[in-house]
């Protein structure tokens, strides 16, 4: 089975709209994605770019086509306020949940985290720059807010996160949604018909 | 019949690949495209943002995107060297043919000359960029080099391109290809599936 690596950061309304629908889609045509939460403040400036809504014309462009992609892939979307967010206490609970033991922890676990901390931000307007919100939202799930109030400061789980974000910066990913199969990079929801071409085809 | 202002640079790629199916697209869709060359570097300087190959992941990524945007539309593709380059006669040798009286001037003789342009920049891989190959192009046409050279030099014409760009910029342009129907913006040309849905629809 073909792993795909999909970078995301839940400040991202793109990335939003591929988190609920890439793992159908990826089921679809055969292939597996490999979650990956990442800061991507730190991909932007290492690229020297900065988020979308500092660019005048190109910002006031996205809030009109984000909500064009939300409709065109039928994602529910609420334009939040405050509009971007710092996530890193959200990022690091995601990487603290998939190292847990047991039933509590792991792959699904940690992304059905991943699909609330969203759902939170871009349907329900909650502020998930909050670390207590963040950890809140895991409570949400089962998680015990005291122990992931704990696992976040661990310096393996912050180690986690900083390692996929350099992993990801010196793959060459400089935005979000992004995805990788092999050595082939794809960005952007508006890239999945062109990913299922190459996950079928094996080539361009 | 609806009016599909497009925003084009000789030296976008993906303008490039616009340029090849936009006339179709437009009569399938019961529309007419309004081709608008424009100054695509005064635009970057008035948003704050550069060429695309001056970003080092998204000039190494957007290599491979253009390659695979032109084969998704059948578009003949040959990244030439240098890339990007200046286009200013080329632009201006434009609405210098529009301008002109008779047959030999108007919409259409000015749209072909824009599509040998492209053609011989993005497949010929001749250097668009010397006024004199600028110029040259338009013989191939059957214009007069020296009229052409001539009609660059005045200020109507240099007042046209200004103007289309300033009014580009004012508009919320930020990229090329750039699309408008009336009011409703629309950036890429992988922004055509949405822009058709809005030309049947009317609304999103």
Excluded: C
């Excluded at 799930?141 to 996160?161: M, N, T, Y």
């Amino acid at each position: 089975m073909k792993i795909v690596d999909f970078y995301l950061d839940f400040s991202s309304p793109y990335a939003y709209i591929a988190a609920n629908i890439v793992d159908e889609f990826a089921a679809k045509h055969g292939a597996r994605m490999n979650w990956l939460p990442f800061v991507l403040g730190a991909v932007f400036k290492d690229e020297g770019t900065r988020p979308l809504m500092e660019y005048p014309k190109k910002g006031a462009y996205s809030k009109i086509d984000i909500l064009r992609s939300a409709k065109y892939h039928q994602v529910t979307y609420n334009h939040p306020t405050p509009f971007p967010v710092g996530t890193i206490t959200a990022l690091r609970v995601f990487y603290a949940i998939r190292s847990l033991e047991g039933n509590k922890g792991g792959e699904e676990a940690a992304k059905a985290y991943a699909k609330l901390v969203f759902k939170s931000y871009f349907i329900d307007g909650k502020d998930i720059s909050s670390p207590q919100m963040a950890i809140e939202i895991a409570g949400q799930l089962g998680h015990e807010p005291d122990l992931i109030a704990s696992r976040i400061q661990d310096a393996g789980v912050k180690a986690e996160l900083k390692a996929v974000t350099d992993h990801a910066i010196g793959r060459g990913v400089f935005g979000a949604p992004f995805f990788y199969v092999g050595d082939e990079p794809f960005w952007g929801v508006d890239r999945l018909e062109m990913l299922a071409h190459y996950l079928k085809k094996g080539s361009w």
